[in-house]
C-alpha cells in the first residue's frame, strides 16, 4: 500500500525555525514528485511547490519562493518542509502527497494525514 | 485569490443532480491543461476524485464524472448522498504563474 505518514503537532514561537517531514512507502520513493499543500484555518488548498528525490529538483509556487524551502532525502524515503523564521501566519494544516501523472499539472494522490503548525507567542 | 474560481457553496436533496464549475483562463483551463478535483471530508486529508478531466481513479463510484469546455470545468454528482457532504476542489496549471493550482473550493452541502 503506498502511503505518506508525516510528523506530529508543532506548537511553535515567532522567529524560531522548523522542519516537518513526509515519509514515504510502498513504493520507489525517487521515481514519483512529491509535493505540499498548505490550508489555512477555514481556508483553501494552496500549492506550495513540489520535489523530485531522484535529484532534488525543486519547483516553487510564486507565492512560496523563498518563504519555505523543500528538500528530501532519499535514503529515508522522507521529503521536508523548513521555516528558518516562522510567523503566526504560518499558522496551518500542511499536507504531503505524491504526485502522479506523466505531464503537467500532475495529480496528487495519496496524500498524508496532514501536519498542524501553529505559531503563536 | 485563486485563479481558478469556484461556487463558495452548492446544495441539493438526496438523490439530485448537482454540479460544480471551475471557471479559470487562457492561461490554465483555456490552454488545454488538465483538470483534477478532489474532495475533503470534514478533518481529513483532501482526496482524489477525478483525474484527468474525466477520469476515476479505482474505488470513486460513477456516481462523480467530470467535464471541460472552454476556460471551464465541471464536476458533476449525482445520485447526491448524505456522505457526498464535504469540500470540493479543482486544481490545474497555469502557464502565467508557471506553477499548479487550487480552485477557490466548494461545500457541498446535502438537504
Known amino acids: 500500500e503506498v502511503q505518506l505518514v508525516q510528523s506530529g503537532v508543532e506548537v511553535k514561537k515567532p522567529g524560531e525555525s522548523l522542519k516537518i517531514s513526509c515519509k514515504g512507502s510502498?513504493?520507489?520513493?525517487?521515481?514519483?514528485?512529491i509535493g505540499w499543500v498548505r490550508q489555512m484555518p477555514g481556508k483553501g488548498l494552496e500549492w506550495m511547490g513540489i520535489?523530485?528525490?531522484?535529484?532534488?529538483?525543486?519547483r516553487y509556487s510564486p507565492s512560496f519562493q523563498g518563504q519555505v524551502t523543500i528538500s528530501a532525502d532519499k535514503s529515508i524515503s522522507t521529503a521536508y518542509l523548513q521555516w528558518s523564521s516562522l510567523k503566526a501566519s504560518d499558522t496551518a494544516m500542511y499536507y504531503c502527497a505524491r504526485l502522479s501523472g506523466s505531464y503537467l499539472p500532475r495529480w496528487f494522490d495519496p496524500w498524508g494525514q496532514g501536519t498542524l503548525v501553529t505559531v503563536a507567542s | 485569490q485563486s485563479v481558478l474560481t469556484q461556487p463558495p457553496s452548492v446544495s441539493g436533496a438526496p438523490g439530485q443532480r448537482v454540479t460544480i464549475s471551475c471557471t479559470g483562463s487562457?492561461?490554465?483551463?483555456?490552454?488545454?491543461?488538465?483538470v483534477h478535483w478532489y474532495r475533503q471530508l470534514p478533518v481529513t486529508a483532501p482526496k482524489l476524485l477525478i483525474y484527468g478531466d474525466n477520469n476515476r481513479p479505482s474505488g470513486v463510484p460513477d456516481r462523480f464524472s467530470g467535464s471541460k469546455s472552454g476556460t471551464s470545468a465541471s464536476l458533476a454528482i449525482t445520485g447526491l448522498q448524505a456522505e457526498d457532504e464535504a469540500d470540493y476542489y479543482c486544481?490545474?496549471?497555469?502557464?502565467?504563474?508557471?506553477?499548479?493550482?487550487f480552485g477557490t473550493g466548494t461545500k457541498v452541502t446535502v438537504l
Open positions: 486544481q490545474s496549471y497555469d502557464s502565467s504563474l508557471s506553477s499548479s493550482v
Open positions: 510502498g513504493y520507489r520513493f525517487t521515481s514519483y514528485w
Open positions: 520535489i523530485y528525490p531522484s535529484d532534488s529538483d525543486t
Open positions: 487562457s492561461s490554465n483551463i483555456g490552454a488545454g491543461y488538465d
